[in-house]
């Protein structure tokens, strides 16, 4: 049976535990197949980290006292993202999009990045968007099976630059929430 995790805004004074989850993340992936690519203080940043804090845009899973999952939920794309036609038409504002959503690995296989992606759902919902949209890098198939299951529709593979990655495909994915 998976655990009901509970979901929340991190606070401020919660950095130094957001930021050492994210490097147990990197440190634990490693050069892995599924690898998310990313390197500590550079993907995510501490800065990117912080304001995320400071604008209550990173969502914490807890459990027991400790970030099992994060995420962080804003209306900020990559700018490769305006090279692709979306068929869901929405004004920046009108969409959520999911960033840097990853599970404690030792926590894995509860269910928890599920209810983390349902919760990104449910929020964009509650907030009237029209759609979610995310990319996932390219060959990283646990992400892919994840927000596949969850109903996101691959869209399209595109070229981006990521401080971490360089230049490098990722696979768009979308999820509509309103028709139009």
């Given at each position: 049976?998976?655990?009901?995790?509970?979901?929340?805004?991190?606070?401020?004074?919660?950095?130094?535990?957001?930021?050492?989850?994210?490097?147990?993340?990197?440190?634990?992936?490693?050069?892995?197949?599924?690898?998310?690519?990313?390197?500590?203080?550079?993907?995510?940043?501490?800065?990117?980290?912080?304001?995320?804090?400071?604008?209550?845009?990173?969502?914490?899973?807890?459990?027991?006292?400790?970030?099992?999952?994060?995420?962080?939920?804003?209306?900020?794309?990559?700018?490769?993202y305006?090279?692709?036609?979306?068929?869901?038409?929405?004004?920046?504002?009108?969409?959520?999009?999911?960033?840097?959503?990853?599970?404690?690995?030792?926590?894995?296989?509860?269910?928890?990045?599920k209810?983390?992606?349902?919760?990104?759902?449910?929020?964009?919902?509650?907030?009237?968007?029209?759609?979610?949209?995310?990319?996932?890098?390219?060959?990283?198939?646990?992400?892919?099976?994840?927000?596949?299951?969850?109903?996101?529709?691959?869209?399209?593979?595109?070229?981006?630059?990521?401080?971490?990655?360089g230049?490098?495909?990722?696979?768009?994915?979308?999820?509509?929430?309103?028709?139009?």
């Amino acid at each position: 049976m998976v655990k009901d995790v509970n979901i929340r805004t991190a606070e401020p004074g919660e950095f130094p535990d957001v930021r050492a989850f994210y490097w147990d993340v990197i440190d634990a992936v490693g050069d892995d197949s599924d690898s998310v690519g990313w390197k500590k203080d550079v993907y995510p940043a501490p800065d990117f980290l912080k304001d995320s804090i400071q604008n209550g845009e990173l969502f914490i899973a807890v459990e027991d006292n400790t970030i099992v999952g994060a995420m962080v939920l804003n209306h900020e794309f990559n700018d490769s993202y305006n090279n692709f036609q979306w068929p869901v038409t929405a004004a920046q504002h009108e969409a959520t999009g999911i960033h840097a959503l990853a599970v404690r690995p030792s926590c894995r296989k509860k269910g928890y990045a599920k209810q983390l992606v349902q919760f990104a759902i449910d929020y964009a919902r509650m907030h009237s968007q029209k759609v979610i949209r995310l990319d996932v890098l390219n060959g990283n198939r646990s992400a892919e099976q994840l927000y596949r299951s969850m109903g996101f529709q691959y869209r399209h593979t595109l070229p981006m630059f990521y401080e971490d990655t360089g230049w490098t495909d990722f696979d768009l994915y979308e999820y509509p929430l309103m028709q139009e």
